[in-house]
Structure formats: C-alpha cells, structure tokens
C-alpha cells in the first residue's frame, strides 16, 4: 500500500474504530480525539495548514489508530504532521526541545552518569524541574548506565557462519540500559554469530513526538545513508527497539518520504531475525531450564509494525518459563509522553489496566521490548521488569542477565 | 519474513474470531491477521439469528432456529444453508466462550429478545449480553430512561416518545426520562463509559437518579456501562439504585459490541493464537488449487505466510474484502468471482425493504465452505469462507449477521481443525 493510499483522506469512512481503541481520548477530553485531529481537520488543513487543534498535542504517538483503521488510512501521521505544522508556527517549549533530544541528554550524561542519577532522583530538584519546566517529579527518571553499549561491547571470537549481523542499538540501549545489547551479543554468539556495531544517529522518534521534524528529517537522512552502506555490504540490521525500528523503517517513509524499502527485507527485529535462523534449521536451541513466570506486555510501536510477536516463538523454546500475555493494551508513557507535568496523570490513568494485568496474574517479573515501556510497568507496578532477550541469553546459559 | 501455521484466518471480525477460538481448542496452531480490528465492534454486541416471519416481514419471528430450517428450504443458496448442521452446536459453543470468560450472553426462552434502541423501536434478536437483556417489556411496572448531558447521539425523550407510540408497554405504565451529569465536559461514549470505571462518579449519578425512581421501574441507560467486557458497572449501578438497569442498542461505535471484540481477542490470545493486527494481505500464492502462501504486508514490510488451511474472514465491501468497480466486484486477496447480476446494485429508497443487492453479493460455497464456481467446482481446496464474505444473505432485512458469522466461522474452524497432519 503506498504512502499516498495510507494519507488518503477518502478512504476515511467516519467509523470512529480509531477513536474507540485511542487510549488518550478514552482516559481525558482534553484530546479531540485522532479522527478529529487527523482526517477530520486534515481536510481544513489541506487548504490552511494553520488549522491545527492545539489538542493535537495529546496524541501518545502510539499509532493505535492507524492499527486498528480498517480503511488503512495512516491516522497517525497526519495526526504528526499536524503537530509538526503546530511547533513550526507556535515553536516548541523548552522542556520538549530538551525531551526529545534523547541522544544528548545521554551524551551530556556520560561525563558523571551516577551523579546524574542521583540528582534525577532528588526530590527538591525534580520539584524544581517540573515548576521551571514542566517535567513531572512524579515520574521516575531513566538511569544511567555507567558505560554506554558502544564503550562496553567487545566483539567475541565465534566461529564462521557467513553471516554479518550489524546492530542499531538505538539510545536507550547504548545510554540507559547496555545489558540489552550485550544480551543480543550473548545470544548470537550462542548461535556463532558476530555482531558489528557502530555510532548512529538517534533515530528521531522523540524529535517526530514533539513535533521537531525538521531536525528527525536531517537524522534519517543520515541514518539511511549509513543502513544503506551496510546493506550493500551484505548485512542484516538487527534492532532490540521496536520504536527506532518502525521509526526507520516507516516514519521515515511516511513522514519524510524517504525511500525505506532496502530496509524491509534486510532489517528485523532480533526476534525476527532468530526465528528465520530457526524456520532454516539454523537456531542453536539448546537453553537451559528457567522455572519462571513472566508476564509479557506488547509494546505499542511493535503492534504498529504489523509483524505479531516475534519473541513469542522463541521463548516458548525455553523450558520451564512460562509467559503470560498481560493484553492490556497501552502502558501510557509513550515515549517523552509521560514526563511531562500536564500529561503524567492522562500517562498513569493510562497504564491502569497494566496494574491491574499484572496484579491479577501475580507475576513477579515481566518482560517487554519497550525500555520506555519497562520503566513505565516498574512505575506502576514495582515488579522487575527485563527485555525479552535478558531472558534469552539467561537461557543459553552464561552470566546473569536477570540480575538487575 | 515468512510465518507457518497450522491455520491461517485473515480477518478479525466475529467470524474470524469463532473460527480461531474454535481451531485452537482442537489443538492446532492459530495464526489470525487483520488489517484493522473487525467490524465486530461496530456491531450491537448483540447476536442477531433470524429477526422477522418469512412471508411477513412486519412480524417479529418467534422461533428463528424453525424459521431457519424453513428458509433452508426454499432459499437453499442462503450461507444458513451450508452451515445449518452446526448452527445450534455453534451457538452452545458462542455462549461458553462468553460464559468462560465472565461475560454471559443470554436467550429468550429460544425465541427472540425485543430490545429497545436508543430511537426507541424495539429490535428482534437471538441472543443478548447481561446488561442488554431486557426480558418483556409488558411485563414492566415502570420505566426511567436516563441520559448523559456530557453525551452525544442519545437523547431519552426520543427514546421514550417512540417507546410509547410503539404500544409495547401497558397503557399505565409510567414513563419518564432524566438527564444526569457524569462530571462535565463533552464525552464519547469510550470516555464516558471510562469515568464510569470510578465508583465514585457511580455513587454521584445514583444519588441523581434516586429521587426519581418509582416502584417497580426499570432503567434504560446508552451503552456505556463500563469499557470492558469484564467490568462491573451495570451491575454496581443496579446493586446501589435497587432496580434493574439496562443498556440499549445505539450507534457505532458502541460499547457492547466493542466489549464482544475485546473478550474474544483476549480468549483467543490466551488459547495461544497468534493475533497481528495491522497487517494487510493483499494476494496469495495458488497452485494447483492449493494456497501455498498469503503475501501480507505490515508496516510495508512483506511477510510470507503458509498454512495448511486458509480461513477468509474479510468481510464485505466495507471491511474491504469485497472491492468493486461499475458493474464488477471480486473478493481482494484470491480474485475469487463475485457475482453481480444485471440488475442495479442498489434499490431506490435507501430503507427498501426488500434490501440493496450490494449486500447479498459474496462469495458462493459449497458444504464445506470451500469457494465454488458457477458450476459448483471447488476453485481453492483449502481455503474457506466465513461470515459476511458469504453471498446470499440480506443481513440487513433479514437481522441475520452475526448469527451467520457465529455458525460460519465455527464451522470453519472445526472443519480447519480436523484437517490432518
């Protein structure tokens, strides 16, 4: 189906199933809904893109919209477009200008990561922060890892399989949470497989979240250019997040216009790419007993990507875990979503049927791709929440990767 | 990306779903893609079996299970015909789904409900959730439609002046209506039914409702008694008002079909199917009247997928299984023949009571809901069809839809898991 098929406003038959499955619009009235803010005022904006609803704002981004459309219309880019028209006239508070530079906040935190995290958690400070900026002293703060992904990963001697892997870490694994990528290298050593990495852009979706296009369009453009060196080169790009992966590989498409197809066979979620090795036989599946039970949260940007639940196959391989679909739909903190003063509480009234998954099937762990999404079910629910690959490599056997 | 499963249904409605829900209890491995999320949760949430007599459609039908059976027999080529033989097992089997997970539906003694709407005529149908199940309306000493002044496309003196002119109730009956306050602002019923999760709002709109309550009386409400099909507002409502309160049918999108959709998702996802939603198979692979694969495509990256069994489930022209251009129609993913006639598709008043052709049209099977050409010939061995890809019903006029998805997609469903290794 081609971009202009998806944006076309025809095919957009007033069902309102969008509005009905949209998790803001059920939680507050303070968001018109993404029928509304998309094709509704995409007419208007056709002729005036100044007809932008300031209500716009409160779209999580979450692209259940354009999930569940039945007609294939691409609400929520419209609905992105449209914030992205909004700050380009009315500019962006300073607050989100800092929120959606994930990479540099990173960057900026490598100089004293421990030192970070404690005044992150300092309570007179976040006080100050949410009053100066408007970021919510609610919400718990991402940690710091001491070392990022690039500085710790150190490539392992495997044998020769004659298959290159090159991995896009994305920010949260190279600043916040390094163990998911050392976990994906653990596993495709387990399976002989060497993996590349190198430095890329953030892929921009906190850019495209606040409405910065213009910056997220500058990133992709680069970051395309390096996929596509390394595509040429005979390499297939794993990803561990589900949002830089549907990021590169459909918002630079849809938002941007930029030619993404060489990604589409080439780029997999690790999951993905572990159940072909295992469709051609070539999965090493011998895991040792986990006698866990986790509960598993679908992250919103892997539903967008249409692909099921590539993780699910593979963990079922493992002996002894059990995994529990908490189905509750979206966590609610959405990216940057949920730092901000005036939309934690929409965030947390969100997450709700989370809590209550969690709490009626008792687990004690879960597991989700999201590292936003895993820090929002630590939030609400205190359990200890790990990437689906943590899981995994405990399985193949060395280091503790539940540990946290 | 390719994907193998033991069964493969493309569509999410209520069909689709009866077909998973029944294929993964006989042990097979379910896979179930959608482009969006079925028109299931358009629908009344209600299951519609046979709404009115044959040869006079002004009469509610009293047995629809008998009026089934005589229609088989003079309309032979309607869906009911190929699925009559488990149209009663598929029903039992619909009921302890919903029973199983807590959300009943009810009948009426085998015959038909006659639900109020939000206009307040009163609609036939077979088979009702708890909250909807209003039993006789003859029977009722009373009756208080409530509204919502935050709430669109609901308005209680409508209800009631049809209701009265509709001679249902006893000439003595009382009936009033009320406008309460949910807090403020303007709400969807997605919203309202939201902010009635909290006891509190509950505890505010008992205490407006209290004051006008006469004995006896029963309350009518829009849907919006709770998000989801496990909530326990409608029955929190009635437990603290002392009366017994009842949804009615409105508009899409309306809760109740909404919570149907929710619940069987949820069923099937935890007898192990595997639901991708947002995913759109545009074409197949066929040879030698086999399917071999479904090309899909998700978030514009092609998938692969092989089954044993095909079961299609993309409903008609508006869930877009069915596409047209003048004077043509076929099915979307295997070109399979629709036919269209010579006459116009539509009839000339939008409310014709003899219905628009445009909804009868589908795809022709045989007992095995295998597709089949005009001369009876099985085009594709192993794919089936179900629900409203069916040709040859007037679900509109005939209050038939649902009823046809329940026994379709459980027939095929039982059929795709008896196919052996």
Known sequence: ???????????????????????????????????????????????????????????????????????????????????????????????????????????????????????????????????????????????????????????????????????????????????????????????????????????????????????????????LAKLQGYINRGYDIVTTCPSCHLTLRQEYRELFQLNTDPLHEKMLDVFEYLSVLLQQGKLVTRFEELPLQVGYHRPCHLKAAGCGVPSREILQLIPGLRVADLDAGCCGLAGTYGFKKEKYAISQAIGRNVFNAVKELGVRQAISECGMCQLQIHHLTGVAVYHPLQVLAQACGHGKWLAK | MNKYTDVLIIGAGLSGLMAAAKAAEQGKKVMLVAKGMGAVGLSSGCIDLWGYNLEDPNQVCQDPLAEIARLCAVNPQHPYARVRDVLEESLLFFRRVCQENGYPYLDHRGGNWLLPTALGTLRPTYLAPASMALGDLQQVRGVLVVGFRELKDFYPDVLAANLKKSGVLQANCPLNTLMVCAGGGELTPNTLAHRLENPVVVDRIVDQIKPHLLPGAVLLLPPVLGERWDSQVAKNLAEKLGHPVYEVANIPPALPGQRLQQMLLHHVKGRGVEVVIGCTVNGARVADKRCTEVLATGAGKPIKISAKTVILATGSFLGGGLESKPGKAWESIFRLPVETGHEKWSARDFLSMAGHLFNQMGIKVNEHLRPVDKTGEVIIENVMVTGANLAGCNHPIEKCGNGVAVASGYKAGKLAGEVGE
């Open chain 1, 1 to 223: 189906m081609s971009s202009d098929y998806r944006l076309a406003l025809d095919n957009c038959i007033k069902c309102s199933i969008c509005v009905s499955h949209c998790p803001v619009a059920r939680v507050t009235d303070q968001f018109a809904g993404p029928k509304q803010n998309g094709p509704d005022l995409e007419r208007f904006r056709l002729e005036e893109p100044a007809a932008v609803h300031p209500s716009v704002g409160y779209c999580t981004n979450c692209k259940g919209c354009d999930v569940v459309c039945p007609s294939g219309v691409a609400v929520s880019a419209m609905n992105c477009r449209a914030r992205g028209e909004y700050v380009s006239m009315h500019g962006a508070p300073l607050r989100d200008k800092i929120l959606a530079r994930v990479d540099r906040m990173g960057r900026a935190a490598r100089l004293a990561p421990s030192l970070v995290n404690r005044l992150a958690g300092l309570r007179p400070l976040r006080l100050l922060a949410e009053k100066m900026l408007g970021i919510s002293a609610a919400m718990i703060m991402p940690r710091y890892a001491q070392k990022t992904f690039l500085e710790l990963y150190k490539p392992q001697n495997v044998g020769d399989t004659g298959r290159k892997v090159l991995y896009y870490p994305g920010c949260y694994v190279n600043y916040n949470a390094p163990e998911v990528g050392l976990a994906l290298a653990e596993v495709l050593a387990h399976n002989n497989i060497r993996v590349e990495v190198e430095q890329f852009d953030c892929c921009g979706l906190p850019l495209i979240a606040n409405g910065l296009l213009d910056t997220a369009r500058d990133q992709a453009k680069k970051n």
